[in-house]
């Protein structure tokens, strides 16, 4: 039987992630009480249920204390992920604004800000121990897609991330490893290469004829390959390395496609491009 549980902060996407799970084929069950979760599963179970999505939140309330704990057992007899979404507060009271929706930790003596920072602390039990996906600057298509990605890769036990980014865009919260790749030289000021990207050949041949560029990937990669077996160690699911560049399109896509190439023959690999449609 395989389990993903969805939880997050109210606005990251939750509703997204869930009809992905459901128009895949899953038995999905919204906004669980936490916990009711052991005999939920167990009732999904003896019906015969073989695909299950479960959505678990801050409404809850108490219910999540034991959670952590819950989780923990319920992986040692079921394939279990926890997907946790979040996103940069400015950009949720952005989503709460323009949807006019009231947040669930709302009351007279809160501020929609100070809703979300104790929704944070109420969840934080939960962040700690699945795969983070910072949806700040995603499209629904996008986390669709990402969401999809993962549900591919499920009877992998443990898959390496690779995601690039632009750092003028913020740094992506859901990284466990972050390089910074700006020092090296910018295919950006070439007018030929501008429009183009980290995957196409152009790119790629130029940032292949720099020392730098060949020497920083080098180090990158000892340092991934003597350092992954600690975190595979730790019980993770999922690890994500985090490639940065200003804009998020030429250096920072070329590492990020570089490393998956490197390590796809030893780990399961997944890429992302955050600034790329």
């Avoid at 790749?181 to 030929?192: E, G, I, K, S």
């Avoid at 994500?240 to 070329?254: A, I, K």
Wanted: hydrophobic content about 40%; proline content about 4%; glycine content about 8%.
């Amino acid at each position: 039987m395989r389990i993903v549980v969805i939880s997050g902060l109210s606005g990251s996407g939750k509703s997204v992630a869930l009809k992905v799970l459901e128009d895949t084929g899953f038995y999905c069950v919204d906004n669980l009480p936490a916990a009711l979760l052991p005999e939920t599963v167990e009732y999904l179970r003896l019906s015969g249920v073989a695909d299950a999505g479960i959505s678990i939140d801050a409404r809850s309330g108490l219910g999540l204390t034991g959670l952590p704990g819950d989780l923990d057992r319920l992986r040692l007899r079921y394939d279990l992920r926890v997907l946790f979404l979040t996103a940069k507060d400015a950009t949720l009271v952005t989503r709460f604004s323009e949807t006019r929706r009231r947040h669930p930790l709302a009351s007279g003596e809160r501020s929609l800000e100070e809703c979300i920072r104790a929704e944070r602390e109420m969840l934080e039990g939960i962040s700690a121990n699945s795969h983070m996906m910072d949806t700040s600057d995603l499209s629904a298509n996008n986390l669709r897609a990402w969401i999809k990605d993962i549900l591919d890769l499920h009877n992998a036990k443990f898959t390496l991330v690779f995601e690039s980014f632009g750092f003028k865009h913020g740094i992506p919260m859901d990284a466990d490893l972050v390089f910074d790749v700006r020092c090296l030289p910018n295919p950006h000021y070439d007018v030929t290469l501008k429009p183009l990207t980290g995957r196409d050949g152009p790119v790629i041949a130029f940032l292949q004829s720099q020392a730098m560029v060949r020497e920083m990937l080098e180090d990158i990669r000892v340092y991934i390959a003597k350092w992954l077996p600690a975190y595979i160690k730790d019980n993770r699911n999922y690890f994500t390395v985090g490639l940065g560049c200003t804009g998020g399109q030429h250096r920072s896509v070329y590492f990020a496609e570089t490393l998956a190439d490197l390590f796809g023959e030893q780990q399961q690999v997944l890429i992302r491009h955050r600034e790329l449609s």
